[in-house]
């Protein structure tokens, strides 16, 4: 294979794995593209990372620095989209969140205080 080649191929790999992580809206589906691109029996960073061996001898230092290059980038994107999920999980679980914004009417506390003062009031 020629150097050309397979740093084009690597190059693909790499937005193509981005892509998926940034994508993954669940744990299931980063999951899914972990495997795909960084699994250990048949993830596509493996499939290239055989391809070194077909690169010419005076071209392997170039091709396995672009490949480990490739390799970081692909595992910083998972983390990044890992960090992502979890940081969202976590906004979610708490619930609703205050927003000193809303006016307390709409937010449920303004008919309490409303139906004080009006039973206050018709007593008198």
Excluded: W, Y
């Excluded at 795909?36 to 290239?48: N, V, W």
Aim: with cysteine; proline share 3%.
């Amino acid at each position: 294979m020629a150097l050309a080649e397979f740093l084009a191929e690597l190059d693909q790999l790499s937005r193509e794995a981005q892509s998926a992580f940034d994508a993954a809206t669940d744990a299931a589906t980063l999951e899914t593209a972990r495997i795909e691109f960084l699994g250990m029996k048949s993830g596509r960073i493996k499939s290239a990372q055989k391809g070194l061996g077909s690169i010419d001898k005076a071209d392997k230092p170039v091709a396995g620095q672009r490949f480990n290059e490739v390799k970081q980038h692909i595992e910083a994107a998972l983390a990044a989209s890992q960090t992502r999920q979890a940081s969202g999980a976590a906004i979610s679980a708490a619930g609703p969140q205050f927003d000193p914004t809303v006016p307390a009417s709409a937010r449920g506390l303004g008919i309490c205080i409303r139906s004080r003062k009006l039973s206050r009031n018709s007593r008198t």
